[in-house]
């Protein structure tokens, strides 16, 4: 249905960037990849049909078939949010909570009521375009929001198994004994291929020294099943990842689950990356961003329910300056904010992390200048790391980032 909807011009494009998607993803587990997270708008600005794709999404635009199906993904999306913050209202004892979810559900449902075809448009695309440097029109915001729409209606979570998927082809090409169970497309894991319960969960096949990426199992309850392999005999199948598969796929315990991509901490302020992106694994949203630009390094904590000042999204933001003398490193400025999203603004940074909060001048909560600073002391006492932990929330991915 939404083939039709969307017509082979878009659809093919679609495809070509999950094809995208997969190779970057499948790059990242074999060690690699680049310091930016996939972007559809990206992949349009070098696409050799561009204009094509645009002409073509033009005259879509004005066919009220297709008016409608977005419209209507966009009020189930909406309608969803509303259904998921009443859910968590009621749970909580806090009444400063509740008052802050009810403000989202009244302002979600006003939203509702405006919703058409020229506010949508107006609201949802224009405005972001007008703060995302790629995006030459509203039309390239648009075609962002439909990629997302057609992967969630034409796949899902819960993609059927068909023979011939890439991670098939692949097995059959490296002589690997695999089968692919019953109706349900499990994989048969046979006795001598070892469970791997990190992140992601793996299985390892002796025979082609490589591994298997597993979707939808649990690493502790995988964790728990290898136990009970090495207690007593069982016929075991699980689900692997069908598309994400390739040589040299390493055993790397924190990619792809907690480190959506850059490079952890390796000791050096002046070796941490440009730009890296940590999320946490139940609540893909809740994100750590890294960025290094010369002297600057800035940590910001991104959280999807995280506190609303004035109804801009608050983020928390360190940002410290360095300098190195004989080998060893100085902090020379460091300071703690928040930072202000307004709804548009903060669309636009899911969309490009660079973005920075515009909504409101930033509240800062302390600020050293002009120091010297040891950065690690003689007691191995890492400042930064202090300074993080006090203040984010998500300790646990601060964690990953330094991996402690």
């Known amino acids: ?241 069908y598309n994400i598969c390739g040589d040299k796929i390493l055993d790397l315990q924190y990619i792809c689950e907690e480190r959506d991509f850059g490079k952890n901490y390796s000791g050096q302020l002046s070796k941490i990356d440009q730009l890296s992106k940590y999320f946490d694994r139940d609540w893909a949203n809740d994100w750590l961003l890294v960025q290094h630009n010369g002297a600057d390094i800035t940590f910001e904590e991104v959280l999807e329910d995280g506190p609303h000042d004035q109804d801009n999204f608050v983020t928390q933001v360190v940002h410290m300056q360095f300098i190195e003398e004989k080998g060893q490193e100085f902090i020379t400025h460091i300071d703690h904010e928040y930072a202000f999203y307004s709804e548009p603004n903060m669309e636009a940074k899911r969309n490009k992390l660079q973005t920075k909060g515009e909504a409101r001048t930033r509240y800062k909560t302390f600020k050293i200048d002009k120091a010297h600073i040891p950065y690690v002391n003689e007691a191995n006492y890492n400042i930064l790391y202090k300074v993080l932990t006090c203040y984010f929330t998500k300790g646990e991915l601060v964690d990953e980032y330094f991996r402690f």
């Not at 302002?107 to 009521?113: A, F, N, P």
């Not at 929001?145 to 969630?152: A, V």
């Not at 019953?182 to 992601?200: A, C, H, Q, R, T």
Request: charged letters at 30%.
């Open 1 to 241: 249905m939404i083939d039709d909807i969307l017509g082979n011009v878009i659809t093919d494009f679609f495809e070509d960037c999950r094809k995208a998607e997969f190779s970057r993803e499948i790059t990242m587990l074999q060690g690699g990849g680049s310091s930016y997270d996939f972007d559809v708008i990206r992949t349009l600005k070098n696409a050799h049909n561009q204009v094509e794709i645009l002409d073509y999404l033009t005259a879509l635009t004005e066919e009220n078939d297709f008016r409608f199906f977005v419209l209507d993904q966009v009020r189930k999306d909406r309608t969803e949010e509303i259904r998921r913050w009443t859910r968590i209202q009621l749970t909580t004892n806090c009444e400063d909570d509740f008052r802050y979810y009810d403000i989202l559900i009244s302002k979600t449902k006003e939203y509702l009521s405006f919703l058409n075809w020229d506010w949508y448009v107006e609201n949802n695309c224009c405005t972001i375009c007008k703060i995302c440097d790629d995006a030459k029109d509203w039309r390239w915001i648009l075609l962002d929001h439909l990629y997302k729409y057609y992967k969630k209606l034409k796949y899902g979570r819960f993609l059927n198994y068909s023979k011939h998927c890439p991670l098939d082809d692949y097995l059959v090409k490296k002589g690997v004994k695999a089968n692919f169970s019953d109706n349900y497309g499990l994989l048969d894991i046979y006795e001598p291929w070892v469970l791997k319960s990190g992140k992601p969960a793996k299985v390892y096949i002796p025979e082609i020294n490589n591994h298997v990426i597993l979707r939808h199992t649990p690493s502790e309850l995988l964790a728990q099943i290898d136990g009970w392999r090495h207690e007593t005999q069982f016929n075991l199948a699980l689900r692997p990842d």
